[in-house]
């Protein structure tokens, strides 16, 4: 229905446009040029459906370099990794904050933050990132571990009740990522209170975010359904007054909360909207990669076995123990100890992640990619990096659909050598963007997906059930982060509480 209303949408504006505008033709210098038949929509719906063999493709017939029209924008592809760095380097005429600022203003309904009416705000937003890194990871990793244990305790020990002890129960593994990953990101970032219909958020976001990818193509709301309705809901639930009462937020979020308030020019609902936006960039693709992160840890019993003796290993059979009686902490130190556990993430992240980095070029100019290459662009263009060609290459990564546990260690210690063309790749893996526009919440969201797994290792067994179908990716959201699953996953689980007392028992 949506792709329905998508379809008819840019159908429209394309005749709109084809009558305005004639069509741009390839000068000397430029990248091939690929414009398909259809006049402004060129080859949106093809790439829509499937964006990697679409672009690999096209590699092969005109190069690793070339230029499509996309839904009215003119995109360059950048399909070789060894030439990312020119892009990643030239950030003044490649700039990247127009895009994203624009693309989330529409899409969560606040002004955009440099159209200047806020000025300033801006570089305080970057700067507020700061307190979610290096010494502020301190605190929040440890907020973090209590949030995580009492969602866990509270899950594991209350489904035990409803049947016999120790018996195996299924649960379905995407639901109950959402569940443990949204509660303990919400309770981390942005605090408790005991009238907080959390269940409710998550309903109303998840609808949402069902549409996220549409308003990200640019259609308008209006023609969404209720997207409106559910988003100014959503909004509703961060007005200023009503978080005021809520107890303990992290220092990010108060240090936005402060920010806002310093400008007269922001509304109450425009304040929101901004926490609202926040919300979504910090469980929007962490609960994804949550999913994919355990999936392949119980599909793979050897990656398993490891990853849990170096997790017992690292916190130590006390602690271990103690799970369900009290908390116990796990230090940042601790998670970078954890080399297989790391590498079984990033690996997750390799095989799941499909977010498009993009650049606004700013002025005409020709931007030199290595010795041989140079091309010439035009204001307004757009430049993209695709990564998950890169994270998909059979030169770079063997077997490269291969869930791979120990793919990023090497004599017990990270591995970051991997080779295209005899060369030496640098931008081997980038789930979460590059340059310096790199995600913010990077070394947050890596600590909470291991701390993630390390709680959930903990207390409980878990294994797929026998005839299980694999999970498969849901493409529809190329290009925008971490694909969640397309089919549902049951696995069965048991906690290590009644086996550990039985054992004590024995003793
Ligand atoms: C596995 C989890 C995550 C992934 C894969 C991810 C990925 C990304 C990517 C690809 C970008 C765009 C960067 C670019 O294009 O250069 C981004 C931006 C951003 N992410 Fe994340 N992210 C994750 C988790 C988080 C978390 C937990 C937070 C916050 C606590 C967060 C906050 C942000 C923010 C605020 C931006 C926008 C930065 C800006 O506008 O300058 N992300 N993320
Ligand atoms: C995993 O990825 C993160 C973020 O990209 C990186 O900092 C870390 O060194 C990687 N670790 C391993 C073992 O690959």
New binding site residues.
Partial sequence: MLEYLLTIFLGFISVLLFCVFCRRRRKDGEPPLIKGWIPFLGKALEFRKNSLQFLTQLQQEHGDIFTVLIAGRYITFIMNPLLYSSVIKHGKQLD??TF??SA?SRTFGFPAVRSGHFPGMSDSL?RS?TL?QGPALDPLAFSVMGNLQQVLRHRFLSSEESGPDGDWKEVELYEFCKCVMFQT?FNT?YGHSSHLRLDQLREDFEKFDAIFPLLMARVPIGLLGKTKEIREKLTRFFYPHKMAEWIAPCE?IQNRMALFQQYDTLQDKDKAAHHFA?LW??????IP?AFWCLYHLITCPEALAAVRAEIVNVVGEKSVQLIFKEDITITRQQLEQMVYLESSVNES?RLS?V?M??RVVQEDFCLRLDAQNSISLRKDDIIALYPQSTHLDPEIYEQPQRFQFDRFVEDGKEKTDFYKCGQKVRYYRM?????A??????F???N??KQFVCVTLLMCEMQLLDNEQEAMLDNSRAGL??MPPANQITFGFRTRKLQDSTAEREE
């Fill in positions: 990247f904050h994203s600022d989330a970057q990132y979610l990101t970032l990010f926040m960039a910090s469980v929007g693709n962490t990669a992240l992640s977010s980095n993009i789930p979460f963007g590059s340059g526009t790199q995600c913010p919440g990077r947050f969201a890596m909470e997906l982060g971490i």
